[in-house]
């Protein structure tokens, strides 16, 4: 029987995830394109319904240690620890809004700007997510900057939870339509093998 090391090392999880938290709590303080020519109005409903909608984020202790064991693999791409630990919980947040695996966003965002909140590309997708400026307009809200973290994680996950439901949960040909390049695999191959590689945590 193996139930005496695997209590072990949960007990372990969370005494580490205790320490960290409070440690933190006492520090002071590719481009992917969007098809412009879908304009898809089932998702511009369900992108304005996203960004009208409150921070669904709950800080919950089982939330705590994901990010800690995230901040963890994160550390080399966002050396800050209180930036990063912002990031994650946004992430989290916005990814438990659109109903998706927050670890799946994590390797959508390493493969499509590898954490730079500024990374532009050469056909103006911007942001952590790479989202096309055009959505912006669409769902008349053109002042939204695509730049900021929120924003940019809001539209990102709302569309690529748009376009899982569309393919009914095939995340190979959701993925592919997220980057706009439906009927090929090299896209979606390389998120799925970073989120194994990277982000996977154990249900």
């Excluded at 959505?135 to 939870?161: A, F, H, Q, S, V």
Aim: with cysteine; charged share 25%.
């Amino acid at each position: 029987m193996l139930i005496w090391p695997f209590i072990k090392a949960r007990s372990n999880r969370w005494v580490t995830a205790f320490a960290f938290i409070f440690s933190v709590l006492l520090t002071p303080v590719s481009s992917h394109a969007i098809n412009e020519e879908e304009h898809d109005p089932a998702l511009r409903a369900a992108l304005l319904d996203a960004v009208s909608n409150a921070d669904s984020f709950e800080d919950k202790f089982d939330a705590q240690v994901w990010l800690v064991d995230m901040s963890t693999r994160l550390r080399r791409y966002v050396k800050d620890d209180e930036r990063r630990l912002e990031l994650l919980r946004m992430i989290h947040a916005e990814a438990k809004r659109a109903n998706i695996q927050p670890e799946l966003v994590l390797a959508v965002i390493q493969t499509e700007s590898a954490f730079d909140r500024f990374a532009l590309s050469y056909v103006g997708a911007q942001g952590y997510m790479q989202v096309m400026p055009f959505w912006k307009n669409e769902i008349g809200r053109p002042e939204d900057n695509l730049m900021d973290t929120r924003t940019n994680l809001r539209y990102g996950c709302t569309i690529l939870k748009h376009y899982l439901d569309r393919e009914k949960g095939d995340w190979i040909r959701a993925l592919a339509r997220y980057n706009g390049s439906l009927g090929r695999t090299k896209y979606p191959e390389k998120v799925m093998n970073y989120w194994q590689k990277h982000w996977f945590v154990a249900q």
